[in-house]
């Protein structure tokens, strides 16, 4: 069987995220760490459990809307290599302008459900929750050029396609030793499901042995030539890893409070299928002799499905396995923030928060093809070069007494530094600067003189992320043969000169425009008794 395996990088949240969980996070800009007064606070602060008493039971679901786009600059190249007389049939999309792709996900839904109680000066809370991003992306494998050619789509070498599962079951405890300090932890079991669909391309050098397929067009071992790409699907599961978050709560006088939480790393390593599309006679597709491909490796839909994603007919897919090896970082949050009260009760707060996320842990993708072609096995380089990120967040509230129930309006800002830098800005993960305006209201469906009530949570996020123009990336196309030549990026020399002898492999795909903005919906339901 073949394997795939990915390491080090794929990330899904935090620098990556889009808003944050919880209608009360939500709505004030994610300003929560010092306020979590509810139980949600078991993502943001478990020391703000200690807080409550009684039950208390939150309801949320946020509805992420991703609109990402990318306009690759220049025109598709001529597949045929130069010089070629024969064999090779030119592309009706050659010299072609790359249409714009955009993302089709449509809206994802993420739930989330806490409850709490508290008693005296402990509080014992349960929950799940998943991270504050959308579930994927979907990018079209196939374009149609200003000709009303269908071409492969300029962003395959990127991404076509996620679908990323993760939950948080989580159990809290929080405790109250004094008035003004309470401390609290929370354990996390994390359980995940990965999907990613991209393209991988075989070197130029190597592309050009692939002899006519006889069953269709040829189009020959040029640049970014379907005929040498090869379609990797990946599909796998993590069924469970530990992961845990700490917090602190002080409260100096009455008007003011400063709350502190860390998440400690999450590793997640995933197990699943890999379905590999390669064309039938080429380099990529040499087999060791105690893996033939087959009909009874075959993948669903069988050679159609093949040619369909390939553009040529001649290509076979067989079935394999693949491992994801990944982890969410370091996350801390800090903040503080001062309550306006109207005698005893609060009427108002503005708080202040700053996060640091250690995302510059990662710098690569590397991808294993184990098992579909003789030693040595390529390793596939996906560079990211992710970076450390600080976020800041301001928000709060505004409290409007109506008899025993009341309206809370809210309000917030929220800024990002980029997790990616300019020359490695791709399309899997909108990873770049993120400004948010944010705004939503809680209002008592109903309330008691006890203190028990029923409360609408309502927030909107609108997330914008300015756009970027690349005229100098450092993307180049995926190599499915790389094995760590020194005309390839290597862990030695990870950023080779512009003028590296790798463009004799590879072509550069990340020029042009990439666009991104998320609108963050939520709705929720907080019990009180």
């Known amino acids: 069987m073949a394997a795939v395996v990915m390491s080090a990088g794929t990330a899904w949240a935090s620098g990556l995220e889009a808003g944050t969980n919880g209608s009360q996070a939500t709505a004030r800009g994610g300003a929560f760490v010092a306020k979590a007064d509810d139980a949600t606070a078991i993502e943001h602060n478990p020391a703000g459990l200690a807080r409550l008493r009684g039950f208390h039971l939150s309801f949320d679901s946020n509805f992420v809307a991703v609109n990402s786009s990318f306009q690759r600059a220049g025109n598709y190249p001529d597949v045929c290599p130069p010089g070629t007389t024969v064999g090779c049939v030119p592309a009706p999309f050659r010299g072609q302008p790359f249409p714009k792709v955009e993302n089709g996900y449509g809206l994802s839904w993420v739930p989330q459900i806490a409850m709490a109680y508290g008693f005296g000066r402990v509080a014992v809370a349960a929950g799940i929750f998943g991270p504050s991003s959308p579930r994927g992306v979907l990018f079209p494998d196939t374009v149609t050029t200003a000709n009303g050619t269908q071409a492969p789509s300029p962003g395959r070498y990127d991404l076509l396609g996620s679908d990323l599962f993760v939950a948080f079951p989580t159990l809290s405890v929080a405790v109250r030793p004094t008035d003004w300090l309470s401390v609290g932890v929370s354990l996390h079991y994390a359980y995940s499901n990965l999907k990613f669909h991209q393209i991988v391309a075989t070197p130029k050098t190597a592309c050009l042995s692939i002899p006519a397929p006889g069953d269709g067009p040829d189009y020959g071992g040029g640049p970014e030539s379907p005929t040498c790409d090869v379609d990797i699907k990946i599909d796998a599961t993590d069924s469970g890893t530990f992961s845990a978050t700490a917090g602190l709560l002080l409260v100096p006088s009455p008007s003011f409070e400063l709350g502190l939480s860390l998440r400690v790393p999450t590793d997640i390593e995933a197990d699943g299928t890999a379905q590999i599309t390669a064309f039938k006679d080429g380099p990529t597709s040499v087999l060791n002799a105690d893996n033939p491909m087959d009909p009874a490796s075959k993948c669903p839909g069988g050679d159609a499905e093949a040619a369909r994603l390939g553009m040529v007919e001649g290509k076979k897919c067989v079935m394999g396995r693949s491992r994801i090896q990944t982890l969410l970082p370091w996350k801390v949050r800090a903040g503080g923030r001062y309550v306006f009260r109207s005698g005893e009760r609060e009427s108002g707060d503005i708080e202040l928060d700053f996060t640091y996320d250690k995302w510059g842990a990662f710098k690569n993708i590397d991808v294993q093809i184990r098992g579909i072609m003789p030693a040595p096995e390529p390793t596939i380089h996906v560079p990211h070069h992710y970076q450390d990120t600080i976020g800041v ?109 790798r463009t004799q492999l590879v072509t550069i795909v990340g020029n042009g425009t990439f666009n991104a903005a998320y609108h963050v919906f939520n709705a929720g339901l907080g019990l009180a008794f």
């Open 393 to 501: 967040r301001i928000g709060g509230a505004k409290r409007l007494e109506l008899g025993t129930r009341s309206l809370d309006l809210r309000a917030g800002l929220s800024f990002e530094t980029a997790a990616q830098g300019d020359k490695y800005t791709k399309l899997d993960f909108a990873a770049w600067q993120k400004i948010g305006l944010h705004t939503g209201i809680g209002y008592d469906l109903w309330a008691s003189d006890s203190g028990s009530r029923a409360t609408l949570l309502l927030g909107y996020a609108f997330i914008y992320m300015p756009e970027r123009v690349e005229t100098d990336s450092n993307q180049a196309q995926t190599n499915a043969l790389y094995n760590g030549t020194p005309a390839m990026p290597t862990p030695a020399n990870p950023d080779p000169p512009d003028k590296d002898p």
